[in-house]
């Protein structure tokens, strides 16, 4: 668990432009879905929760005696060639050490091999800002330990990142958290405030294992506890250490913070010589290095990696903090980018347009429309709205006026649902939409609207044989080859006919209703009635022709 966890653009409509037509399935091929749970992740994330929730049962003082200096990870067999600057020598042998070496060759072998293999990219960066803070450059397995050396984990309790830090901890070593950026995933920035938390720590409770502790429970809870023990012994003036593990053997510290420092012995003895228990030694990798670009507004990761000659997701390794794909509005941001790229795309980014930098997309209210109705169409939320459409009153929204959708921010472009046959947005370039099924509508009735089969239509959306629809339920439907509200081919038996200048009717058929015919051609029933001399009270007639705007 991370640190402290106690029970304790401008963007105006001039700048409108429709986002690239393969941005949807380059995002979509490289990056998951924004609220899929990646698998590496989740793996992580189980491990994680186990190593932090484990309660070992004690052992009793003659089996750990027992086992001093004949435990496979302990000081004595560690070898003349292996260093330590944390204190691994005096309690490597320790029992809970030993019971944490077997975790991670036992339940955690295989993330613990994978956790390995991520720690060679990030070591030398972290181990120079622990050096530059004056912190001991063995803490760099403490990040093993909470995180396996992944940006993207969050824990039960909402920590983040590869440090695991709680939102107040973080703001207050000065990372920024907000609706655009969460710095807690940058693994350079979240490096730097955790270096500096951990020597802030270790000056305030006297020892670097008592600072882990602290790391985990918060440093009152560790200093409550040491102000219970009785005076300090005599070894503790030789090694401030010994502190924490006469504090282990009291009641003052809840399990999981007082296994929390032989984790992190049991992570650094296996870390620097993995083969000895049993471990592949991580591959040659490249360190963290990169270049950078300063842009001075909202601007997609899609399009600086298209100017860098990269792909979005390697932006995205590189950058874990932008949320939305895309750097905050109304501010400079510097953009990590590959090594060797960063002139090519200060001057490649220099010759853009305005309007380059992001993809939008624009909405038109229609009646009944909310905030957050077409923040859920678009699948983003009613603030990125908001701050796309400075000025405008989000609850006040008048029918007919235009909204500046901004796409870039989420991992597939727009793609709003289709209610009753509408087709999809400005810009969206998926090979299906979403469906927003009517009342008495039935699958193979959208299958023939559509120029699709009912298998096909159950295999779009995972559907059990004998499973039906029911009204409001939002299902996929292969995409008409036309843009945006142009209406699907007519069926076989066809009810419409062209008139002279290209304008088309229909033939009311009994039981037709004129929302039922707006529906099948993708248009309003307001533009229906306007098309056709129609009031509100007008009532259609089996027989008549209607013309279809």
């Given at each position: 668990m991370g640190p402290g966890q106690t029970a304790e653009s401008q963007t105006p409509a001039a700048s409108v432009t429709q986002p690239p037509a393969a941005l949807a399935e380059t995002l979509a091929a490289e990056l998951p879905d924004s609220l899929a749970v990646d698998p590496d992740s989740a793996a992580d994330a189980a491990i994680l929760e186990q190593l932090a929730t484990s309660d070992p049962e004690p052992l009793d003082s003659g089996a750990e005696e027992a086992s001093g200096g004949t435990t496979p990870g302990g000081a004595n067999a560690a070898g003349a060639e292996v260093t330590y600057d944390i204190?691994?020598?005096?309690?490597?042998?320790?029992?809970?050490?030993?019971?944490?070496?077997?975790?991670?060759?036992?339940?955690?072998?295989?993330?613990?091999?994978?956790?390995?293999?991520?720690?060679?990219?990030?070591?030398?960066?972290?181990?120079?800002?622990?050096?530059e803070n004056g912190v001991p450059e063995d803490m760099v397995y403490l990040a093993l330990i909470e995180s396996g050396y992944s940006n993207s984990a969050v824990s039960r309790a909402r920590a983040t990142g590869m440090w695991q830090f709680m939102k107040g901890t973080a703001k207050l070593y000065g990372l920024r958290i907000d609706t655009w950026v969460d710095e807690r995933r940058d693994p350079v920035r979240a490096t730097d405030a955790a270096a500096r938390h951990l020597a802030d720590l270790r000056d305030r409770v006297g020892s670097m294992y008592l600072a882990a502790a602290a790391y985990n429970a918060g440093a009152g809870k560790v200093g409550r506890g040491l102000r219970r023990l009785p005076d300090e012994e005599e070894d503790e003036a030789e090694n401030p250490d010994a502190a924490f593990f006469r504090l282990y053997d009291t009641r003052f510290l809840r399990r999981e913070t007082k296994d929390y420092v032989p984790k992190l012995i049991a992570a650094a003895l296996i870390a620097k010589q993995p083969e000895k228990y049993g471990f592949v030694r991580p591959e040659p990798v490249a360190a963290l290095v990169y270049d950078s670009v300063i842009v001075p507004d909202a601007t997609g990761l899609d399009v600086l990696a298209k100017l860098a000659d990269t792909s979005v997701a390697a932006l995205k390794d590189l950058n874990?903090?932008?949320?939305?794909?895309?750097?905050?509005?109304?501010?400079?941001?510097?953009?990590?980018?590959?090594?060797?790229?960063?002139?090519?795309?200060?001057?490649?980014?220099?010759?853009?347009?305005?309007?380059?930098?992001?993809?939008?997309?624009?909405?038109?209210?229609?009646?009944?429309?909310?905030?957050?109705?077409?923040?859920?169409?678009?699948?983003?939320?009613?603030?990125?709205?908001?701050?796309?459409?400075?000025?405008?009153?989000?609850?006040?929204?008048?029918?007919?006026?235009?909204?500046?959708?901004?796409?870039?921010?989420?991992?597939?472009?727009?793609?709003?649902?289709?209610?009753?046959?509408?087709?999809?947005?400005?810009?969206?370039s998926s090979t299906t939409i979403r469906y927003r099924v009517r009342s008495g509508e039935t699958l193979s009735g959208i299958a023939g609207r559509y120029h699709t089969s009912v298998s096909r239509l159950r295999s779009l959306n995972a559907m059990g044989a004998r499973e039906v629809l029911k009204a409001g339920q939002v299902i996929r439907v292969p995409a008409p080859a036309a843009t945006v509200r142009s209406a699907p081919s007519a069926p076989a038996k066809a009810t419409v006919s062209a008139q002279a200048g290209g304008v088309r009717t229909h033939l009311v058929r009994r039981g037709e209703t004129l929302s039922g015919i707006a529906g099948k051609y993708g248009v309003s029933v307001g533009d229906l009635r306007a098309a056709n001399g129609m009031t509100a009270s007008s009532v259609l007639k089996a027989g008549a022709r209607i013309s279809i705007p």
């Open positions: 204190d691994v020598e005096t309690y490597g042998t320790h029992a809970r050490v030993q019971y944490y070496l077997d975790f991670f060759q036992g339940p955690a072998r295989e993330r613990m091999n994978v956790w390995l293999q991520r720690m060679p990219r990030y070591e030398p960066m972290i181990r120079a800002k622990l050096k874990p903090h932008f949320l939305r794909l895309v750097t905050p509005p109304r501010q400079q941001a510097v953009v990590r980018l590959p090594v060797g790229a960063g002139d090519l795309v200060t001057t490649r980014y220099a010759a853009l347009e305005p309007k380059e930098r992001v993809g939008f997309v624009e909405h038109t209210v229609t009646a009944g429309q909310t905030a957050s109705t077409i923040a859920r169409l678009y699948r983003v939320t009613t603030r990125l709205i908001q701050d796309a459409n400075p000025g405008v009153k989000l609850t006040r929204l008048r029918v007919g006026s235009r909204l500046v959708i901004p796409t870039s921010y989420v991992p597939n472009v727009a793609e709003p649902v289709a209610s009753s046959g509408t087709s999809r947005a400005p810009g969206a």
